[in-house]
T-cell receptor, first 111, second 114 residues
Framework: NAGVTQTPKFQVLKTGQSMTLQCAQDMNHNSMYWYRQDPGMGLRLIYYSASEGTTDKGEVPNGYNVSRLNKREFSLRLESAAPSQTSVYFC??????????FGPGTRLTVL | AQSVTQLGSHVSVSEGALVLLRCNYSSSVPPYLFWYVQYPNQGLQLLLKYTSAATLVKGINGFEAEFKKSETSFHLTKPSAHMSDAAEYFCAVRASGGSYIPTFGRGTSLIVHP
């Protein structure tokens, strides 16, 4: 049981490049989330998915898109990366019991 | 709407001293409250949660928190700090009956001196 996995762990992009952050969970959880963490800002919700086939915007969705490919996988795409998107990105899931399970994070730098 | 305020971005204690991390919340409906811990270069993990049962909640690693409705607070305590407690701590709130989307505070970094 791997829990929540994220790939890649680290990434450096140039402004304007695109990339997809991958997230998968093997706990059969319904809800999945993408957060970004910036110093002094806590965690801010980018997008979430309450169930397979549904996605909704969070607090800071601009510049991002998501896909809930199936119950296990929830990807985050940056179409045209900007320096303001330099951050640590966390994926999380929950079986709707109020405990969120977090992945180890992806550290993204946009030059 | 709900919000969380964590007082103090950094708290410094000596090993063996009391740990007190403060969290105040705002919620228009009865809240569910959480404390998460983040060790360096890791994701967050749940320390404890309050979901309308006992107001004093015990968590992992000797931490506990007390829900005080009159003070709208959910402070985290530990009687004796250990070096391994050094980490970032996040308080979170979500409205009972709502979607499973908590609102996180900005975090408090706990520094433990030998």
């Amino acid at each position: 049981n791997a829990g929540v996995t994220q790939t890649p762990k680290f990434q450096v992009l140039k402004t304007g490049q695109s990339m997809t952050l991958q997230c998968a969970q093997d706990m059969n959880h319904n809800s999945m989330y993408w957060y970004r963490q910036d110093p002094g800002m806590g965690l801010r919700l980018i997008y979430y998915s309450a169930s397979e086939g549904t996605t909704d915007k969070g607090e800071v969705p601009n510049g991002y898109n998501v896909s809930r490919l199936n119950k296990r996988e929830f990807s985050l795409r940056l179409e045209s990366a900007a320096p303001s998107q330099t951050s640590v990105y966390f994926c999380a899931s929950t079986p709707n019991t109020d405990t969120q399970y977090f992945g180890p994070g992806t550290r993204l730098t946009v030059l | 709407a709900q919000s969380v305020t964590q007082l103090g971005s950094h708290v410094s204690v000596s090993e063996g001293a009391l740990v007190l991390l403060r969290c105040n919340y705002s919620s228009s409906v009865p809240p569910y409250l959480f404390w998460y811990v983040q060790y360096p270069n890791q994701g967050l993990q749940l320390l404890l949660k309050y979901t309308s049962a006992a107001t004093l909640v015990k968590g992992i690693n000797g931490f506990e928190a007390e829900f005080k409705k009159s003070e709208t607070s959910f402070h985290l305590t530990k009687p004796s700090a250990h070096m391994s407690d050094a980490a970032e701590y996040f308080c979170a709130v979500r409205a009972s009956g709502g979607s499973y989307i908590p609102t996180f505070g900005r975090g408090t970094s706990l520094i433990v001196h030998p």
